[in-house]
């Protein structure tokens, strides 16, 4: 296996609106991040990866640009960039750009030009076309509800947006649109960051002529018309040649519709695409045909097989990024593990999954203080674009909607964008002024000061995974295999290279559960004390991780 730096590292997300505010406005910016550093760097993560920072009207908070060469006002100015890429390089850690170049914000000035006349040189920027019998062109559905197509009253026509309204799509077959985002990509890696996040990157090819998806089901429609079009790869191998192939930086691509299937054409070692890709089979398992809020069941050996199957998939051919939230999907504690009686055993867990898989570890922010989902009781408190569209859309159809409003509790994105817990103080120690959005309640117990103050808290196991992680080379690149695909409580496997043989277990219950190693073995980390005469018994939510001896 090819050594990177970038296959060693780990990542940590930071959603700025939510990180910390340093001037009393309620909202999270630059110089509130400034002064977290040195907390980051104690916690021991490597590279951060900042959600977009770009001027923007925030549709959907950040993805949805009008300026790429400017920093949002809210977050601060250039020279607050500067100072943060400083202070970060100083602390011997790196800086990520979240690049969102599927769509622009239809306040960006491309998309200002576009929308005046047909022949504007700036038309084609953006996929505009006629009715179709008095219809929009076609049937697709938007990921944030209702229709993709937006009519234009000025030239009559209808432009694209997979997303909002005010995320009109970019035109990746014209040459000028590939030539301005290679333009601002080097801007950015000139300054001297040190790689990017690539939003949605999946969608930006079209499959032309644009036709009607022929599925009910959210999901088929992703795969079969959305993602993974006919000239993707054509794009990324430019987009490397020209910009990505002349600095040392890393790439982390996002998207829809890239699973097992399609993983090597973006990862494969000799593509000259992208370092690696997120995988998203265990976020999309409850998401019924009508997407995230249409919840269905879902269960823990689908759970297990997503881990499983996609290192089938990659093994020693590439590489992906493990990830068990973000600021899209809900609080990992809530979703799998345990945010009652058992939260910092099962926060602790998961630091443990997250740390000993095959795969770049992405950390979201408040996730190694064991932060858990929030569930407000009107609709108002939200502040999500995507909530608040389909709350519209659920309404209009009659739904039953405090069913509605349990589903936006289990999966809506504001559940993981609620202010970080810094303290208990009031508003968590966030701001000095009114949060942009609430703060959860349950900040008094579960914040920063108060697990800096307990040797025993998540932080401080999440510092001492990080170690053991970086001390243990067989947990970043040795071989990854499931021992007990078929166990209903159990989550157990071995990474084992030349030199060493690893075997991790989980307990993902609340029940006490009875196992045995058929070989010998010794304890080197664990979630729980050892107790002599116990050692065959894993209790709620205990995850041990060991290593054979020869
Ligand atoms: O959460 C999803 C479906 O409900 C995902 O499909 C998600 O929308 C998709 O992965 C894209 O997410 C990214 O692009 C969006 C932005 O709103 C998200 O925050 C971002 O992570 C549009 O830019
Ligand atoms: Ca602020």
Known sequence: MNKNWWKEQVIYQIYPRSFKDSNGDGIGDLRGILEKLDYLKKLGVDILWLSPIYQSPNDDNGYDISDYYNIM??????????????????????????????????????????????DNPYRDYYHWLPAENGKPPTNWRSFF??????????????????????QPDLNWENPKVREEIYKLMRFWL???????????????????????????????????????????????????????????????????????????????????????VFHFGHM??????????????????????VFTNWDKAVGEEGWINIFLDNHDFPRIVSRWGNDGIYREAS?????????????????????????????????????????????????????????????????????????????????????????????????????????????NSVFYFYQKMLKFRKANPTLIYGSYQDLMPEHELLFCYARQDAEHTFYIIF?????????????????????????????NWLRPWEGRIVRRLD
């Not at 919840?295 to 297990?304: Q, S």
């Open 145 to 166: 509800a209702g229709s993709t197509w937006e009519y234009d009253e000025k030239t009559e026509e209808y432009y694209l947006h997979l997303f909002t309204k005010k």
């Open 507 to 535: 307990n993902f219950s609340e029940k006490e559960v009875q196992f045995e190693w058929t070989e010998s073995v010794e304890q080197l980390i664990g979630n729980y004390q050892t107790v002599k005469g116990k050692e």
């Open 347 to 455: 926060a602790k867990l998961f630091a443990m999954l997250l740390l000993s898989m095959r795969g770049t570890p992405c950390l979201y922010q408040g996730t190694e203080i064991g932060m858990t989902n929030v569930a407000f009781d009107t609709i108002e408190d939200y502040r999500d674009v995507e909530i608040h569209n389909f709350y519209k859309q659920a309404k209009a159809d009659g739904a039953d909607m405090d069913a509605f409003l349990k589903a936006v509790h289990i999966n809506g994105r504001d559940n993981v964008r609620t202010p970080m817990h810094w303290n208990n103080t009031s508003e968590a120690g966030f701001t000095d002024g009114e949060p942009w959005i609430k703060v959860n309640p349950n900040y008094p117990e579960i914040n920063v000061a108060a697990a800096l103050d307990d040797p």
């Open 73 to 118: 006002d809210e977050f601060g100015t250039m020279a607050d960039f500067d100072e943060l890429l400083a202070g970060v390089h100083a602390r011997g850690m790196k800086l990520l750009m979240d690049l969102v170049v599927n769509h622009t914000s239809d306040e960006h000035q491309w998309f200002e030009e576009s929308r005046k006349s047909k």
């Open 284 to 305: 999309f398992m409850d998401h019924g045909p009508g997407g995230r809020f249409d919840v269905v069941d879902k269960n823990f050996i689908d759970f297990k097989k």
């Open 190 to 276: 000139d300054k001297g960051v040190d790689g990017f996040r690539m939003d949605v990157i999946s969608v930006i090819s079209k499959r032309f002529p644009l036709a009607d998806a022929k599925s009910e089901d959210f999901n088929v429609i992703i795969n079969d018309v959305y993602a993974n079009g006919p000239r993707m790869h054509e794009f990324l191998q430019e987009m490397h040649r020209e910009v990505m192939s002349k600095y040392d930086v890393m790439t982390v691509g996002e998207g829809p519709g890239i699973d097992e299937q399609v993983v090597l054409d973006y990862v494969g070692k000799d593509r000259k695409e992208l370092n690696m």
